[in-house]
């Protein structure tokens, strides 16, 4: 596993997956509502169905019963004030919840949220990808926690892993089942479906080729007896299984070409292009879903993209960063060399068109180009993390960039991020960027080193003004914050720090990693 956990800052099996998910982690894009009879879904996060989405924070460190690194997962709701000062926590040994907490099952390790069951109130698919199943250690585990009136606490549950009835592949040991997560309505019936990756999953004999289980929505919830597996064998899944390709590393769901239809973004961080030193790709997997697959596949390598040839698609972020009805993808890069920088971090922002993306409408950003502040540094890891939303209430989503281990003067992994705004004629630009760290003025807190501060960012609308508000966590920073942002292009406007004891909990324990999973 050393390959895992050569860039990260700890070897602890918490911080393990988190260089490369969330919650996540995986990115969703879900549409509110459907047309022609279709039941109306809830906004994602809006777990008790109010119209405003719910603040929901990922501790997979959390000690739980006397079992470090158990996992929780924190929710408060959103209010028009932002998030309420008290929350809920949801474990394994939480009311109905499957399973026991255990140590270093890291429960709400990742996150993603849809409305599984047209209820009108948002579900949680919750992860705790390193739990055992029986005797298999880091097999992996799945917990869906049903949105109500009343939230997510004691409400109805369902749980899923490769040895439920129904679902197609076997326990793996460190294959971490849900180790990327996204929801949106692949085949059209107006249910969210969950897309859940596993990239060391290994396909055809191949150990770490990756695949996705998809699991689709129904009146009843998620659906065991009906999962869809797809790998690099699968029709209209281009490419082919091959050892440490890792398909599935990063997933969107968002209707990419404008036809109506979801599709499903995939990135495999390992994919070795003939022909080149370079790795990683995107797969588009375009809806309507069926029980055969996807209808179509597209596929862009980093090849035939200059600037990200060093294991390409470790974040992802949908967004409608320009005018046009189609749906663009920013893609992290954060191990890319820069100049004489490595792993300084790059990101590359995909603009789509009727027939997806291609290698020739791309735009490729990191610390050396113009306008972005800073400078590229080893090991800052720009493009970490990121997330798309309409921070500036124009209509146009923006970008929110995580540099998880960005030296602040002295303080080495200290953290930034770095907010870049979209327009109607040009997208993603680098004028009128937004640096956020913890010696801005008017950002809560004290630079010190490891702290991570965008080690994870989100998107959210908690206070439902309509306009998104960038989330940056920072799990190193004793048990953890997430700073809530309100910026607009060249200001940033205001910046409130959370931390558990601020959402009604204790004040939690170094380690607890509050913050690693965030909404996107």
Request: with cysteine; aromatic share 6%.
């Amino acid at each position: 596993m050393a390959k895992l956990t050569a860039a990260l800052p700890t070897g602890n099996r918490k911080w393990l997956l988190a260089g490369g998910v969330l919650a996540c982690a995986a990115t969703v894009t879900v549409t509110a509502a459907l047309v022609g009879g279709q039941p109306d879904r809830a906004i994602p996060y809006d777990v008790n169905g109010d119209g405003i989405a719910d603040l929901t924070v990922g501790l997979p460190g959390n000690t739980v019963n006397g079992h470090p690194n158990a996992g929780s997962l924190l929710v408060a709701d959103g209010s028009g004030s932002g998030p309420e000062s008290t929350s809920v926590r949801v474990d394994q040994e939480s009311p109905g919840v499957p399973g026991d907490a255990e140590p270093d099952d890291g429960f709400g390790q990742v996150v993603a949220s849809g409305d599984f069951d047209a209820d009108g109130y948002a579900d949680l698919a919750v992860s705790a990808p390193v739990e055992a199943i029986g005797d298999t250690e880091g097999a992996g585990y799945l917990t869906v926690l049903h949105g109500s009136a009343d939230g997510v606490y004691d409400s109805r549950t369902g749980s899923f892993h490769e040895d439920t009835a129904g679902m197609p592949g076997a326990p793996g040991r460190d294959e971490f089942f849900a180790y990327s997560l996204a929801a949106g309505d692949l085949d059209g019936d107006g249910y969210d479906d969950l897309a859940v990756g596993q990239p060391m999953d290994a396909t055809d004999g191949k150990a770490n080729a990756g695949s996705i289980k998809v699991l689709f929505g129904s009146a009843d919830g998620l659906r065991p007896d009906s999962v869809l597996w797809v790998d690099q064998d699968s029709p209209h899944a281009p490419g082919v299984p091959e050892e440490g390709d890792r398909f599935g590393e990063q997933l969107a769901v968002g209707d990419v070409d404008g036809d109506g239809a979801e599709d499903l973004v995939v990135t495999t961080l390992g994919e070795q292009i003939s022909g080149s030193s370079d790795r990683g790709s995107v797969h588009t997997l375009f809806g309507p879903f069926d029980a055969a697959g996807p209808s179509d596949g597209s596929y862009v390598d980093s090849a035939h993209i200059d600037g990200i040839g060093e294991f390409s698609g470790s974040a992802v972020a949908l967004g409608h960063f320009d005018e046009d009805p189609y749906l663009d993808l920013a893609v992290g890069v954060s191990d890319q060399k820069v100049g004489a920088d490595g792993a300084a971090g790059s990101v590359a922002v995909l603009y789509a068109d009727e027939d997806g993306y291609h290698h020739d409408d791309v735009d490729v950003f990191h610390q050396d180009s113009p306008g972005v502040p800073g400078a590229p540094e080893e090991e800052d890891y720009f493009g970490a993390s990121l997330a798309a939303g309409d921070f500036d209430g124009d209509g146009v989503d923006d970008l929110v960039i995580g540099m998880r281990s960005e030296a602040v003067g002295s303080a080495t992994g200290s953290g930034a991020a770095l907010v870049m705004f979209g327009n109607t004629t040009g997208g993603i630009s680098a004028g009128g960027g937004v640096w956020i760290d913890q010696d801005v003025d008017g950002v809560p807190g004290v630079v010190a080193t490891a702290d991570h501060f965008g080690w994870t960012v989100g998107a959210l609308d908690t206070d439902g003004d309509g306009r998104d508000e960038p989330l940056i966590g920072a799990p190193g920073n004793a048990a953890g914050t997430v700073t809530v942002v309100k910026v607009r292009p060249g200001e940033l406007e205001s910046a409130t720090a959370l931390a558990e004891g601020d959402l009604g909990g204790d004040d939690g324990e170094r380690g607890d990693a509050f913050g690693i999973s965030l909404p996107r």
